[in-house]
């Protein structure tokens, strides 16, 4: 079965310092890869996604994500966060060529960022 | 906003009962997926449907079902319901299911069964 791990469950740092999120996916397959953002009460919002193509995504909010298909990983990076970047990021796969198109997501990891 | 709603945004609820969840998918969009989202499990996916038709099932337990309507709204209905039921569940909507396609999730409902 398909998984996928996200490596830190929390992270705390302060304002203006860097983020990198790990995410690692099991499946061997064509993947299309997702990071999704959890703001304090709010609903699921997409950050950028990965199909096909240059293997370093810009999203939104400064956000990038880096495809390293060697060794299965989409992780996300912020240069400098802000107080506003706290909430809980998933990582989520879908299997390309498959009939359904769910999104298998990480466990989360939520972000604290210190003013 | 994502353009999807989801009603009601709060459900309490004893054990043995049975809700029914729903979800208005963006205008246009085919597809809906329904996601539970607890504390011990994560996010895990349940159900999709495309177009009024069953598309794939995850780990939707026998309790659940769900259905998609020809306006293309859907119901999530959760039976005999447990403890471990409460959670927040979230619908979301893509346009036509490809894997391409971008799901824009709901508000989600949260669900307390006591």
């Known amino acids: 079965a398909q998984s996928v791990s996200q490596h830190n469950h929390h992270v705390i740092l302060s304002e203006a310092a860097s983020l990198e999120l790990g995410c690692n996916y099991s499946?061997?397959?064509?993947?299309?890869l997702f990071w999704y953002v959890q703001y304090p009460g709010q609903h699921l919002q997409l950050l950028l996604k990965y199909f096909s193509g240059d293997p370093l995504v810009k999203g939104i909010k400064g956000f990038e994500a880096e495809f390293i298909k060697s060794k299965f990983s989409f992780n996300l990076r912020k240069p400098s966060v802000q107080w506003s970047d706290t909430a809980e990021y998933f990582c989520a796969v879908m299997r390309e060529g498959s009939n359904d198109y769910k999104l298998s997501f990480g466990a989360g990891t939520t972000v604290t960022v210190r003013a | 906003d994502s353009g999807v709603t989801q009603t009601p945004k709060h459900l309490i609820t004893a054990t043995g009962q049975r809700v029914t969840l729903r979800c208005s998918p963006r205008?246009?969009?085919?597809?809906v997926y329904w996601y539970q989202q607890s504390l011990d499990q994560g996010l895990q996916f349940l159900i999709q449907?495309?177009?009024?038709?069953?598309?794939a099932k995850g780990n939707i337990l026998e309790r659940f079902s769900a259905q998609q309507f020809p306006d293309l709204h859907s119901e999530l209905n959760l039976s005999s319901l447990e403890l471990g039921d409460s959670a927040l569940y979230f619908c979301?909507?893509?346009?036509?299911?490809?894997?391409?396609?971008?799901?824009?999730f709901g508000p989600g409902t949260r669900l307390t069964v006591l």
């Open positions: 449907y495309y177009n009024g038709e069953e598309r």
């Open positions: 205008s246009g969009d085919l597809s």
């Open positions: 499946y061997g397959g064509t993947v299309n």
């Open positions: 979301a909507s893509s346009p036509s299911g490809r894997g391409y396609n971008e799901q824009f």
